[in-house]
Nanobody, 123 residues
Framework: QVQLVESGGGLVQAGDSLRLSCVGS????????MAWFRQAPGKDREFVAG????????EYTDSVKGRFTISRDNAKNTVYLQMNSLKPEDTALYYC????????????????WGQGTQVTVSS
């Protein structure tokens, strides 16, 4: 089992950057594939990016490719989401999630979730 805590959200202007962090508890962080999801008001939770256990594999939703970068530091039990060239449509509550096995995009496949961090991008 792993507990996840996100941080780094905030209010920024279009074109700005933010880096989200997600720290996991326990000594088995490298056991888990990690992902970032986001949920805007009135919308379904959406896969943003995922990373394999040791960082060699990454996956992104089309709308963030070339702007967002997911990375992880297993020595620090931390996964990051570097978000550049932010747009108002990126506004959402961002969650990190963990699962054993491979990265997948379906939120129902992730048993472990953080509480979320709000990202708001003004135009």
């Amino acid at each position: 089992q792993v507990q996840l805590v996100e941080s780094g959200g905030g209010l920024v202007q279009a074109g700005d950057s933010l880096r989200l962090s997600c720290v996991g508890s326990g000594r088995t962080f490298s056991t888990y594939a990690m992902a970032w999801f986001r949920q805007a008001p009135g919308k379904d939770r959406e896969f943003v990016a995922g990373i394999g256990r040791f960082g060699a594999y990454t996956e992104y939703t089309d709308s963030v490719k070339g702007r967002f970068t997911i990375s992880r530091d297993n020595a620090k039990n931390t996964v990051y989401l570097q978000m550049n060239s932010l747009k108002p449509e990126d506004t959402a509550l961002y969650y990190c999630a963990a699962k054993t096995g491979a990265v997948v995009s379906g939120p129902g496949m992730y048993p472990y979730w953080g509480q979320g961090t709000q990202v708001t991008v003004s135009s």
